[in-house]
């Protein structure tokens, strides 16, 4: 069974920055499509980011305007989410997630991330 394990949110002024990381505990990446989610009580699960283990069909949501970067390293079995120029509406909790080639998927808890004007 796989185990998303997020962490690197926190609270941020607005234009600042932050990494996120997601390692992936149970099997290996490979063969994985995996990627980022938030919500919030404000808004539903929307799709931030997700790529295939290769690196490769990256997607992201149309807020991201170029903003963030999704990344992933097959040796730590994890996966990364860079964010610049964060804004208030990034404020969420941003949820890890997998989906194998059987269409499975896993969630982790997440982790919140504060923007502040």
């Known amino acids: 069974q796989v185990q998303l394990v997020e962490s690197g949110g926190g609270s941020v002024q607005v234009g600042g920055s932050l990494t996120l990381s997601c390692v992936v505990g149970?099997?290996?990446?490979?063969?994985?499509?995996m990627g980022w989610f938030r919500e919030s009580p404000e808004k539903e699960r929307e799709l931030v980011a997700s790529?295939?283990?290769?690196?490769?069909?990256?997607r992201y949501g149309d807020f991201v305007k170029g903003r963030f970067t999704i990344s992933r390293d097959v040796v730590k079995n994890a996966i990364y989410l860079q964010m610049n120029n964060l804004e208030p509406g990034d404020t969420a909790n941003y949820l890890c997630?997998?989906?194998?080639?059987?269409?499975?998927?896993?969630w982790g808890k997440g982790t919140q991330v504060t923007v502040s004007s």
């Open positions: 790529m295939n283990w290769k690196g490769e069909m990256i």
């Open positions: 149970g099997r290996t990446v490979s063969g994985l499509v």
């Open positions: 997630y997998s989906r194998n080639s059987e269409g499975i998927r896993a």
